[in-house]
Every structure is written in C-alpha cells, then in structure tokens.
C-alpha cells in the first residue's frame, strides 16, 4: 500500500510513503520540469517528498510550472509499488495541485470560485468596468505572462532605475514565471490580477490584450511587439476573413502608442494592425540592448556550456497548422556533425505544449526566460522565418536558415513581406545535410549582404532604446518618476 499526501511544511510538496525497502528513486516527471524525491527509511517503511517547486538555469526557487506530471517509482527490488490513492484538488498556496494515480496535476493559485466563465465575469464586472482612481503603477505582459522577457523586461529594468517609486505588475501565468526583482507578480484570471490591469496608468504589452480588456479613462497602453515581421501579420494575412479583420481592428484600437524596431517595421506594423493614426515610436528594441552591452559568459554557465565551446541556437518560429516545435533538425546529430553544443529554443506559442528535446551535447532552452541572453551565449543562429534573424544580427554573428516547408509556408501558412531567399545575411539551405555544410563555410562570403541588412534593420539598436523609451514615458507623464 503507497500513501499520498500534500504537504506544506517546507513549501508545497506531494509526500508519499509505504511498507518494505525504500523505492531506488522516484521522480516528477513534466514536459518542462522535472523533481527529485528525497527518499528516507530504513527498510520497514520508506517515506518520498517531491518538492511542488524547482529551479532552472540557476534562478530562483519556484513552484512547479502547471501542466501535467508523471510520478515515477522505481523499485529498489524491480517489484511494482502500488498506486496511492486519488487526491482531491487542494490550495497550496502557490499552486493548486491533485492526485490521480501516478499522475500528478499541478496549476495556477486562482481561487476555484473564480476559475471558470461566471467567475471570471464577476471579476470584469467588478474591475474592468468600474469607475476607480487609476495607480502610479504599470502592468508588464509579455508573450501571454509565460515569461518575463523581451522589450516589457528591458523597459521595467530601465523604469526600475529612472523612476523606482513607480510599482510595476507583472502578469504571469504562474508563480512558476520568474519576474524582474522588485516587481509583483500576479497570476493572470485572480481578483489581484484584474485589479491591477483596471487600475494601471500604463500598461506595456508584447501582444494582444485579453479577456475582453477595456481601457480605462487616463490608461495608456504601450504596444511594444515582439518582432520586425518577415512574415505577413494580421490583417496581410492570406485568406480574408472578416471575423479576424474585425478582431484586428477591435484589438489596434486599444493601444496608444506602438513601438518599433526600425523605420520598415513601423511601415509594416502600422499598416497589418490599422495603427495609422497614432503615435509610432521608433527608437530600436529594448531588448536587444544587452546585445551591444552585455557578454554570453553568465548565461553559458548557467546553462553548463564552457567558454572554449561552440554554440549553435536553433530557433525557429511557430507554425500555424502545429503547436510543438517544427522536426527539421536533429538536435543530437546537428551538434555531432558540428562538434557544437545546440541549443534547441522552441517558439513561446510552443512552451506549454510539447516536450524538451533530449541528446548527447543537447540543451532545450525552450523555457529559458529571455531569448536576448540566450542570443548572447550562441556563436551563431539556425533560424527560419523567426524574427529574431533582425534581433540576432546585432551581434553581427553568423545566421543560417534552414527553410524545408518554404513553399508551403510562404504559399499557404503566412507569406513574406520580402524574398527572404534574395536578401537572408547567410545561407538559405533546404536540409539538415545542406545545413552542416553551411556551417563549414566562411561567413564571410554574406559580409556584404550583412553590412547592407543592419544598416536597415538595425540603426538604432545602439544599446540605449530602453533609455529612450522610459526617457519618453517620463517626459509626457504617462507614470510619475517621484
């Protein structure tokens, strides 16, 4: 017989505990997680604490992401032990988690009275429609609060340091998202969650707003995107379909200002979301500045990589008809025939499904918090339609792009807005094979064609575009800085 029980002595955990000789281990065992027990017992009876909490890349100690866990057992004598039984859903504080069998649910802290339809409506009627004196804070929200990342993180950075009696929010989708220190963290659906997005003056996004968001009077939204598009957006996407345009055009209208990279993306961005009337700010991206300022050195120990190695990151972007990472490359025969450490970085869309790749020189860092230090830590990029090859090219090191579905993606997925193939700063390669002996050639055969690339996409990543940017939300008073 195996019991099981939630404890919260030491922070949540799923204790478990039988007869006989203890297991040889047992483990946690997620998509993007994994936690070993600490085991005890000395042969009558044993006892497992699978800590509900983790840390990652040498960063904090946090709860577990939500999704679903395996609870592996492995025998210390190769017999089967039992299943405990069935947990109900409980509170633990900073997650919520239940039991059934060796499978192990773990989520968000919201209040079940609130995780449903009814009660998320009783929150917007209570918060978002409310009249109330707005707060000297801001509502950070990057890629849907699965991280605290991009242009939203080196804009707090810089806020925190202009302005530090400003309170800055961060939505998440879990405590198990690591935010900026000082911030406060807020679980996306929660009472405090909608309160805070109600009643901050300025709210700065990456992507859409949510759960039917309605701008209150003296609220400013800061569209920032997260990209200079190759790919067609929006309303420039094929096929035409009015339910869409009429979201897209819903969705533009709740934003004040929208930033861009460069002079091409404000064109692009302006026009796909219907923003032609108001204010674009083009002032580089925020957070491409640790790419002229900073070094890859923290964030290759953090990730086990020695300074002598190369480093290959493989970061290709979502697609439209899958939700894990597209299969183009083999991790663990890429980093064999390149004699390079991979890094395999899946799409944000691609977090929560799917699962790590796995292999010999192999490092998933598909849920490493910020892409820009991971762009500092590789020695070259394999992307495809990504817009990181415009974030990456700061750095002015090597790119490839490995493009098998080109046809199908630029026919029938998305379509470009240049000829990729004509202006790529690298070699455009249809397979692994062709990739690998790409690799092997002297980037300095696409010198010129980078020359030309940075020059117009990134003139003014100059290191200062957070400066510029809170430099400009101080200047018109959308926050106080005293």
Not at 220 to 238: C, I, M, N, S, Y
């Amino acid at each position: 017989m195996t019991d099981a029980r939630f404890t919260h002595d030491d922070g949540p955990a799923l204790t478990l505990s039988g007869e006989g000789p203890r297991p040889a281990s047992v483990e946690l065992v997620g998509a993007r997680a994994r936690v070993a027990a600490v085991l005890t017992g000395r042969g009558k009876t044993w006892r497992a604490v699978l800590p509900l909490r983790a840390a990652r890349w040498g960063g904090p100690v946090l709860p577990l992401p939500a999704g679903r866990y395996e609870v592996r057992v492995e025998s210390a004598e190769g017999g089967a032990v039992p299943a405990p039984d069935a947990l109900p859903l409980a509170q633990l504080g900073t997650l919520r988690a239940e039991l059934d069998g060796w499978i192990l649910r773990v989520g968000p802290p919201v209040d079940p009275a609130y995780d449903s339809g009814e009660g998320q409506d009783a929150l917007e009627r209570r918060y978002a429609h409310r009249p109330a004196r707005l707060e000297n804070a801001v509502f950070f929200e990057s890629f849907y609060g699965r991280n605290a990342s991009c242009n939203p993180l080196a804009i707090d950075r810089e806020l925190a340091r202009r302005a530090p009696g400003v309170t800055r929010y961060w939505s998440v989708v879990d405590l198990s998202v690591s935010v900026p220190e000082g911030a406060v963290p807020i679980v996306e659906g929660s009472p405090e969650w909608w309160r805070a997005r109600g009643a901050a003056r300025l709210l700065v996004v990456n992507d859409w707003l949510r759960r039917r968001f309605s701008r209150r009077g003296g609220q400013v939204v800061l569209q920032t995107w997260h990209g200079t598009p190759l790919k067609r957006l929006a309303l420039h996407r094929p096929g035409f379909d009015p339910r869409r345009m009429a979201a897209v055009v819903r969705e533009s209208r709740r934003w004040n200002i929208l930033l861009a990279q460069n002079p091409y993306a404000a064109r692009i961005l302006g026009k796909a979301y219907a923003f032609l009337s108001r204010p674009v700010w083009v002032e580089g991206y925020p957070r491409n500045d640790v790419l002229v300022t900073g070094d890859g050195a923290a964030t290759r120990a953090a990730l086990g990589v020695r300074a002598d190695e190369r480093v290959l990151l493989y970061a290709p972007t979502w697609r439209d008809d899958r939700d894990e990472i597209v299969d183009f490359v083999d991790p663990a025969v890429l980093a064999s025939a390149a004699d390079a450490v991979v890094l395999v970085r899946g799409h944000s869309r691609t977090i929560q499904p799917g699962r790590d790749a796995e292999g010999p020189r192999v490092i998933d860092v598909t849920g490493f918090p910020d892409t820009s230090q991971l762009l500092l830590a590789a020695d070259a990029l394999i992307t495809d339609y990504s817009s990181v090859m415009f974030d990456f090219s700061v750095t002015g090191k090597p790119m490839y792009f490995l493009v098998p579905d080109m046809e199908h993606y630029r026919g029938e997925l998305r379509g470009f807005y240049f000829d990729l193939v004509a202006h790529a700063p690298g070699p455009v390669v249809r397979s692994q094979d062709e990739l690998v002996a790409a690799l092997a050639r002297d980037p300095e055969e696409f010198a010129a064609r980078y020359a030309r690339w940075r020059e117009k996409f990134n003139a003014r990543d100059d290191g200062r575009a957070a400066e510029r940017v809170v430099a400009r939300i101080l200047d018109q008073g959308l926050v106080d800085a005293g």
